[in-house]
């Protein structure tokens, strides 16, 4: 319970945490938010790490020059193409047997649901769920379970990294410095955290409803 405690005190205080790890780290910051993004969207171990809310966070620490912006963005949207390419290769020669045995942290529903996301958006899938908590740390594994060449990933990968990445980390740097923003730093990151959520909270609805999921037996073609 502590650690759940901890990790929701981190997201909605990531500036607090951001500008202490600058303060200590300094210019080896920039590894840091690179680790941590390549990590979230890298390793299906790591789905609970912060994205959305870290990049925002961090373009805004980049509009008071605590980052500079153009280095932080190439480092970001790096991390983001890195870790998916990884995870996609992850997939590809360990495949689903890894969730043989369901563990805190490789859990099989989480598998399954990224796999009926899959099958149902396609290709198109690695690209919406950068968009999406956990389904952006499983869509890029379960690519690599499937069917899909690298060659048609990477198209997906980049894409959907530019656009992710651009997205959060500008509207941190240009809206995250507003005064109001400012003073009410930890509800803008709760509004992003809930929007993000809101697509799988409609997912589970419709599951609720009936509509299929896949079984662990077929999560490989």
């Known amino acids: 319970m502590d650690i759940f405690k901890d990790l929701i005190d981190i997201f909605l205080h990531l500036d607090t945490y951001l500008a202490d790890i600058i303060d200590k780290f300094g210019i080896f910051s920039y590894v840091v938010l690179f680790l941590v993004i390549f990590m979230e969207t890298g390793l299906v171990i790591t789905p609970f790490l912060p994205g959305d809310s870290l990049l925002f966070a961090a373009g805004t620490l980049a509009a008071t020059d605590s980052f500079s912006i153009i280095p932080l963005y190439i480092i970001l949207l790096i991390a983001a193409i890195l870790g998916d390419s990884v995870n996609y290769s992850i997939g590809h020669y360990l495949g689903a047997k890894a969730f043989k045995v369901d563990n805190r942290f490789l859990k099989k529903e989480y598998l399954i649901k990224a796999q009926s996301f899959y ?19 499983f869509a890029p594994f379960v690519a690599g379970i499937g069917k899909m060449t690298y060659h048609r990933f990477v198209i997906f990968n980049i ?26 730093f930890h509800y803008a990151i709760v509004v992003i955290i809930v929007i993000s959520l809101i697509p799988l909270i409609v997912e589970f609805i419709k599951s609720r409803r009936g509509e299929t999921v896949l079984e662990p037996e077929k999560l490989v073609d």
């Not at 099958?119 to 740390?137: C, N």
């Not at 651009?166 to 109001?180: E, H, K, Q, R, S």
């Open 119 to 137: 099958e149902k958006h396609g290709g198109k899938a690695i690209f919406l769920a950068r968009f999406l908590p956990i389904l952006r740390t």
């Open 159 to 184: 894409t959907g990294a530019f656009v992710w990445v651009t997205t959060f980390t500008f509207l941190g740097y240009f809206f995250g410095n507003l005064p109001f923003i400012q003073t009410n």
